[in-house]
């Protein structure tokens, strides 16, 4: 059998500076967290970490939320436990889509055999309430589910009065916030939201691969009609929800509260490593304080609009619901962008992203979350641009990228 050396070679990435709309450089602090020695789960120590991430969180959504917890798996892995949990087959549910992650809920919400209403909006810009408390008189659903900062697109959907829609209406109200969370104002228990789950990749500048979530009791009230107990860790006084079991298994959120819960039943073996770099991330978060982080993100986010517009290029969607954390630029034209964006890594490593559906190939996503919302990233990424820009013929104004986004700072 022949052996590829390659195989048994020590990893050694290269340095890459992530400037697209995610996943980015995690902190410094994150990697060292990640690195800690391994525990049980059930070592005291541990379940103390459990416990403290929870507190952590809690301050993170602005949440006063019990069920504050971390799923084991990327943003999605989130995302798809609170809508398993919640809809069954028939239950009706309306998701605003202003982008390709308002899709993603649709297709996450049509395999649990929901009814799915959508309000389709144009990409660059976001739902009205109106629209929204319209379908929800004339749909009657049981879940309203939306995005607050959809990547593919760069908008952020204004939530607080589309939660008091939902509390007028007894709706659940579920976010994904995965792309907006700590670089943008996200306020849980005030907006009236009722599931609300993240990532770690974006601003809160972590690894993919845990997923932060809080849920309202009035949500755990409902998923827990469906609850069940395994077999195998059954005791005599456990009993079982009155409706249908949940067709998840990992991602059945009521054992899931019950293994974070003060009985800490067993159902999956933590991700020790992934506990400590979210804990990391909030951490972070907080020391530094949540109106500095948001602002710090807003300021990094104007400085590469402003940037990019002094070199010429035209900004993609509505500017007045863009998320403070990535820009989006559309392509300019006879450039292909893809050849930018490869240059780009080969040449500078500077990583910007591309986009999905109606706008790829047309737009560059870039982003500044996180470690790299600071001011030698926006200015690195805007040089290094112009330069490749430059060699690629695009009709810009030389010299005055990083000059334009300096003035931020």
């Given at each position: 059998?022949?052996?590829?050396?390659?195989?048994?070679?020590?990893?050694?990435?290269?340095?890459?500076?992530?400037?697209?709309?995610?996943?980015?450089n995690?902190?410094p602090?994150?990697?060292?967290?990640?690195s800690?020695q391994?525990i049980g789960?059930?070592?005291?120590?541990?379940?103390?970490?459990?416990?403290?991430?929870?507190?952590?969180?809690?301050?993170?959504?602005h949440?006063?939320?019990?069920?504050?917890?971390?799923?084991?798996?990327?943003?999605?892995?989130?995302?798809?436990?609170?809508l398993?949990?919640i809809?069954?087959p028939?239950?009706?549910?309306?998701?605003?889509?202003?982008?390709?992650?308002?899709?993603?809920?649709?297709?996450?919400?049509?395999?649990?055999?929901?009814?799915?209403?959508?309000?389709?909006?144009?990409?660059?810009?976001?739902?009205?309430?109106?629209q929204?408390?319209?379908a929800?008189?004339?749909?009657?659903?049981?879940?309203?589910?939306?995005?607050?900062?959809d990547?593919s697109?760069?908008?952020?959907?204004p939530?607080?009065?589309?939660?008091?829609?939902?509390?007028r209406?007894?709706?659940?109200?579920?976010?994904?916030a995965?792309?907006?969370?700590?670089?943008?104002?996200?306020?849980?228990?005030?907006?009236?939201?009722?599931a609300?789950?993240?990532g770690?990749?974006k601003?809160?500048?972590?690894?993919?691969?845990?997923?932060?979530?809080?849920?309202?009791?009035?949500?755990v009230?409902?998923?827990n009609?469906?609850k069940?107990?395994?077999?195998?860790?059954?005791?005599p006084?456990?009993?079982?929800?009155?409706?249908?079991?949940?067709q998840?298994?990992?991602?059945d959120?009521?054992m899931i509260?019950?293994?974070?819960?003060?009985?800490?039943?067993n159902?999956h073996?933590?991700?020790?490593?992934?506990l400590?770099a979210?804990?990391?991330?909030?951490?972070?978060?907080?020391?530094?304080g949540?109106a500095?982080?948001?602002?710090?993100?807003?300021?990094?986010?104007?400085?590469?609009?402003?940037?990019?517009?002094?070199?010429?290029?035209r900004?993609?969607?509505?500017?007045?619901?863009?998320?403070?954390?990535?820009?989006?630029?559309?392509?300019?034209?006879l450039?292909?962008?893809?050849?930018?964006?490869?240059e780009?890594?080969?040449?500078?490593?500077?990583?910007i992203?591309?986009?999905?559906?109606p706008?790829?190939?047309?737009?560059?996503?870039?982003?500044?979350?996180?470690?790299?919302?600071?001011?030698?990233?926006?200015?690195?990424?805007?040089?290094?641009?112009?330069?490749?820009?430059?060699?690629?013929?695009?009709?810009?104004?030389?010299?005055?990228?990083?000059?334009?986004?300096?003035?931020?700072?």
């Amino acid at each position: 059998m022949t052996i590829n050396n390659a195989l048994f070679e020590t990893l050694n990435p290269p340095q890459r500076l992530l400037m697209g709309p995610g996943p980015i450089n995690a902190y410094p602090r994150v990697h060292q967290a990640l690195s800690n020695q391994l525990i049980g789960q059930y070592d005291p120590v541990m379940t103390e970490y459990m416990r403290q991430t929870q507190v952590l969180y809690r301050q993170v959504f602005h949440t006063q939320n019990p069920e504050t917890l971390l799923i084991d798996g990327t943003a999605r892995a989130g995302i798809e436990a609170v809508l398993v949990s919640i809809l069954q087959p028939g239950d009706k549910v309306l998701i605003p889509v202003i982008g390709r992650f308002g899709h993603l809920l649709c297709e996450i919400a049509q395999r649990t055999g929901a009814e799915i209403t959508t309000i389709d909006v144009e990409w660059g810009k976001v739902c009205d309430p109106q629209q929204i408390e319209d379908a929800i008189k004339q749909v009657k659903p049981k879940l309203l589910a939306t995005v607050q900062g959809d990547t593919s697109t760069t908008m952020n959907q204004p939530l607080a009065e589309i939660g008091e829609i939902c509390q007028r209406h007894d709706v659940l109200f579920y976010c994904d916030a995965t792309a907006s969370v700590a670089g943008n104002e996200l306020l849980v228990d005030d907006w009236h939201l009722d599931a609300v789950s993240v990532g770690l990749q974006k601003c809160l500048g972590g690894p993919s691969g845990s997923a932060p979530l809080t849920l309202s009791p009035k949500f755990v009230e409902q998923i827990n009609r469906r609850k069940h107990i395994e077999k195998g860790i059954r005791d005599p006084h456990h009993t079982d929800g009155i409706e249908a079991m949940i067709q998840s298994n990992y991602f059945d959120l009521p054992m899931i509260l019950d293994y974070w819960g003060e009985e800490r039943l067993n159902h999956h073996t933590e991700a020790t490593s992934m506990l400590y770099a979210a804990r990391e991330c909030a951490r972070l978060f907080l020391e530094e304080g949540p109106a500095k982080v948001i602002a710090r993100h807003k300021q990094a986010g104007d400085a590469m609009a402003a940037g990019l517009q002094a070199m010429g290029l035209r900004l993609f969607g509505d500017q007045d619901y863009k998320m403070n954390n990535v820009v989006g630029v559309y392509i300019p034209d006879l450039v292909d962008g893809e050849k930018v964006r490869q240059e780009l890594l080969t040449r500078f490593g500077i990583e910007i992203g591309t986009s999905f559906g109606p706008l790829k190939g047309r737009i560059w996503r870039i982003g500044t979350m996180g470690y790299n919302a600071r001011q030698e990233a926006v200015l690195h990424t805007l040089a290094a641009l112009e330069a490749v820009l430059f060699k690629h013929r695009a009709q810009i104004q030389l010299g005055t990228a990083v000059a334009a986004a300096m003035e931020y700072y």
